[in-house]
């Protein structure tokens, strides 16, 4: 999938973005480090950037995940990215959801139009039933931009993820699929 809207563009993540995405994380290290787990100073570098992005890349062809990209479309330049991992397929035919921004891209909707796209592609490509989403209760940010793409919250799970060194408590949302007739 490749998508081009005003001022932004969305790829699906390629062996060769290793760099490009090593320059993302160190560039938004400060900006993320609230919402991620602790990252060692190794994680910051090109070498470990380029496994991560191999792992993602296999993963993706063995139908287990798919990692977007969300760049800037003259510069190339990752403005953020947008994830779906942990596909199950059966009688669940899921995903998580995990996204973020660079700090320079905030408030300008672009994280909103992106996940429109890739939420979209997911439902209509991948013919997925349910997206799932989770969120700190204190990072209202993305608590309003799920609820304003459609996601429901289902529920509060306690000392679900550990963030920035501490087990936190996560909200629970989904989204299900719009274009699926046999839903009931």
Not at 11 to 39: C, G, M, T
Request: contains cysteine.
């Amino acid at each position: 999938m490749n998508y081009i809207g005003n001022g932004f563009s969305i790829r699906k993540l390629v062996h060769a973005d290793f760099e490009l995405i090593s320059l993302y994380e160190k560039e938004n290290s400060q900006h993320l480090q609230p919402w991620e787990p602790l990252r060692e100073r190794r994680y910051f570098t090109t070498e470990s950037a380029k496994v991560r992005v191999d792992q993602q890349v296999a993963s993706m062809h063995a139908g287990d995940s798919i990692f977007f990209l969300i760049l800037e479309p003259t510069s190339g330049e990752v403005l953020g990215r947008c994830n779906y991992t942990n596909i199950l397929r059966g009688v669940f035919q899921a995903c998580n959801l995990g996204f973020s921004l660079a700090e320079r891209a905030q408030g300008q909707g672009l994280m909103k139009k992106s996940l429109q796209v890739t939420n979209s592609y997911c439902f209509k490509q991948l013919n997925l039933h349910r997206i799932m989403a989770n969120h700190l209760p204190r990072n209202l940010r993305s608590e309003r931009l799920l609820e304003s793409l459609g996601f429901e919250k289902e529920g509060y799970a306690r000392a679900y993820l550990k963030i920035a060194g501490v087990w936190e408590d996560h909200t629970l949302r989904s989204l299900l699929n719009p274009y699926d007739a046999s839903q009931s």
